[in-house]
Each structure stands twice: as structure tokens, then as C-alpha cells.
């Protein structure tokens, strides 16, 4: 597994600081490679399925010179339909090797996921929100073994 000790930190930072979300940031970049290795240069949609978790999907949006847009989320069938949960936008920096989740899907099956969403409301608590789910998300995805790679 990816370790946050690859970050050295420039200083101590308190949760829910600029500083603390740089690093949040930071964290997000080296979970997101190590899902996707290839990020740099893949376009298009993806999958990843693995045994016992819900099949992920990756989408490309935009790609700019030094920036990623993607979407990253499950799909899965529901008594309702198909539902897409959780359902991320997540823009990576490639020069400044960050990744922030840019946006969190309003409506949550979960009961977890709509508390978060409810607590706070200024700019940088809901941009540390994403971001924590982001970082957990993707230690997660990691954990159990999905990997994004050519189609």
C-alpha cells in the first residue's frame, strides 16, 4: 500500500487549514497515481473490477496541459435502477502533483455521506470534506485491489 510518508512535510498543520488541505491534496495526487499509473497520458473511459466490490468507473473529462479532469465512481443496480454512489469529480495537477475532488454528488444512498454533506458549509470545510472522502476512497479502492490501466 501507498504510504503518506512519501510527503515530507514542510511544517506541522492543523486539520481543516490551508495548510493541512495542501497536504490533503498531496495525499489525494499519490493515492490517485497509484490507482490510475498512468494518468498522464489515458483518455477515455475505464473500468476496474474486482472480486467482491462494486465494479469502479473512470471517466477522463478534460485534459489540459498540466491539469485532469475525471469522474470516479461506482454504478451499481438498485430496486430503483442504476445508481451512481459515490460519484466524484477529481481534478489532478500534474505539476504540482495534487488532486482535489472538485465535486461530491448532492444526494447520498448512504446515511454517512449525507451527514458530511449537511455539517458544514463554508468553502473550506466542504473542500476538506471531499477531500477526506476522496483520500479514503482511494486508500480504499487501493486496499482492495483495483487497478486502472490501458483498456
Known sequence: MLL?????PQAIVKPRSFAGLMALYESNYLRLV???PEL???????????AGDCELYIDILERCRYT???????????EDG????????????????????????????????RKL??????ELD?????????????DYLTDHGHLVLER
Open 82 to 113: 442504476p445508481v451512481s454512489d459515490p460519484d466524484m469529480t477529481v481534478r489532478a495537477y500534474l505539476d504540482g502533483q495534487q488532486a482535489e475532488a472538485m465535486s461530491l454528488s448532492g444526494h447520498h444512498r448512504h446515511q454517512t455521506l
Open 126 to 138: 466542504a473542500r476538506w470534506r471531499r477531500n477526506i472522502v476522496l483520500n479514503k476512497w482511494l
Open 68 to 78: 485532469v479532469t475525471l469522474s470516479l465512481t461506482y454504478r451499481f443496480e438498485t
Open 40 to 50: 498522464e497520458r489515458l483518455d477515455g473511459c475505464f473500468r476496474s473490477r474486482v
Open 4 to 8: 503518506d510518508s512519501h510527503i515530507v
Open 34 to 36: 497509484h490507482l490510475i
Open 117 to 122: 454533506a449537511r455539517e458544514h458549509k463554508a
